[in-house]
């Protein structure tokens, strides 16, 4: 099975996929309520998991089995908090608009082996929560110290909750050749290796921020690129893929990076891909990623046009060597393309120094193009706009064939009224070949 899924999946087609040729078909799954969020004086929403902040097929599986894993846990943005609640950000987020509400801020991160049949139901036939070695849940609970920032976390009754240095904002999945797993997440950012029972083993961070994070529970090192660090707020590690083997890891960060500002972060279209080797963290290629202009996404334009911070990269799966399937979106609008590390230009040293200006994050295509650097050609495969179906805010993606691929919606646990959306993807002819 493995032998046949890397032949047949080494290669697109080198055009997108005919609207006509492609079919989406619902798959059922049960919704698996998590209770109400209540808020004091003001509504009450109710919860419900969300599973699909990314998605894995293993090809050593039988036929139909995806895995997924649900992110940080329900969470409200609080600029904007007083529409699902009834109440302001000064009573619910001590006035921080950057900051978060976490109406169970409890919540245990949890990894669903999903069986997909042939009827197009589904089913959830084994969860696996997230735990230290020492046993303790790994929730979503932000992390702050000197010289590290993330978001302040509120509860319902707007007071500050706790920070946990073991606290994940897990937006990417892969399943490993022994069982065990690779997570990216989004607050340091890191990469983190769990166990097969769902123990986080280590915690790979940037280079430089080791000591911040270190602690008696989880093993963390140092191994990631420094210049990763430089994640703006919420927008770090949303996409991991693995070589078959294990060996080679690709890690595309969600937007441009905050370098040497947020400024840069909010102009920038070039993002930056890694390939990386697992066992040493050994940088093996670094690479541009430039995102589409923000008002290419028809869908999301309709009512105004979008800021380009608007876009994100929010999936990627292995497609053969060098070769990967890259998910970019808004919030309606999804684009998924192919990329192939070997029409693009291998970045120097340089770019990797926070001293270097220009960054790589303030240049524009046609500086890009005079330096000498070539982005990654991107062969678009799918555009949601030109099928009926596809959900908004898809964030996982499980390639199964040569004709078909099953994504998911990422539902926010229900908190703005949204289930969960499973969809199965079928062309017409072998664009995944």
């Known amino acids: 099975m493995r032998a046949f899924l890397l032949s047949t999946v080494f290669a697109f087609s080198a055009t997108a996929a005919l609207a006509g040729d492609v079919t989406v078909t619902e798959i059922k799954i049960p919704d698996m309520p998590m209770g109400e969020a209540v808020y004091p004086g003001g509504k009450t929403i109710a919860l419900n998991r969300g599973i699909g902040s990314a998605a894995f097929r293993d090809p050593k599986d039988p036929a139909g089995v995806v895995w997924t894993i649900t992110d940080r846990g329900p969470n409200l943005d609080c600029e904007g908090i007083e529409e ?15 900051a978060k509400n976490f109406p169970q801020p409890d919540y245990n991160i949890t990894i ?13 036939t084994e969860t696996i929560a997230l735990k230290t070695k020492s046993g ?8 702050s110290a000197e010289g590290f920032k993330s978001e ?47 123990t986080v083993l280590k915690r790979h961070v940037p280079a430089g921020l080791e000591g911040v994070f270190k602690n008696d529970d989880v093993e963390v090192v140092g191994t ?10 919420n927008r770090g590690i949303e996409n991991v893929a693995v070589s078959p083997d294990g060996a080679t890891v690709y890690v595309l960060m969600q937007n441009p990076l905050a370098n040497p500002d947020s400024d840069a972060y909010k102009k920038s279209a070039n993002t930056r891909l890694w390939k990386l080797d697992r066992a040493t963290g050994k940088l093996l290629g670094e690479y541009v990623y430039m995102m589409d202009d923000a008002t290419t996404f028809r869908s999301d334009n309709k009512k105004e046009p979008q800021k380009q911070n608007a876009v994100r990269m929010s999936e990627m799966v292995f497609l053969g060597n060098d070769k990967l399937l890259i998910l970019e979106r808004i919030g309606k ?11 693009a230009t291998a970045l120097d040293a340089s770019w990797d120094d926070a001293a270097t200006s220009p960054s790589l994050e303030q240049l524009s295509a046609a500086d890009l193009e005079a330096k000498g650097i070539k982005p990654l050609v991107k062969t678009l495969v799918l555009d949601s706009d030109d099928v009926e179906g596809l959900p908004k805010k898809v964030e996982g993606i499980a390639v199964i064939s040569p004709t078909e691929m099953i994504v998911f919606n990422d539902s926010d646990f229900g908190i703005e009224g949204d289930g969960n959306k499973v969809l199965r993807v079928t062309f017409g002819s072998p664009v995944l070949q």
């Open 84 to 98: 699902l609640t009834g109440l302001g950000i000064d009573s619910l987020c001590a006035g921080d608009d950057k």
């Open 112 to 124: 669903q082996k999903i069986e997909t049949g042939a009827d197009n139901t589904a089913k959830v």
């Open 136 to 143: 303790k849940p790994v929730g979503g609970l932000p992390f």
């Open 152 to 198: 302040a976390a509120y509860g319902v009754d707007g007071k500050l909750l706790p920070i946990d240095v073991n606290g994940l904002d897990t937006e990417t999945l892969a399943r490993l050749p022994d069982g065990s797993f690779l997570i990216g997440e989004e607050y340091a950012p890191s990469l983190v290796e769990v166990a097969a029972d769902g």
């Open 224 to 233: 990631l690129p420094a210049m990763m660090a430089k994640r703006y707020l």
């Open 333 to 343: 609008t999804s684009k998924f393309y192919a990329v192939d590390l070997a029409s």
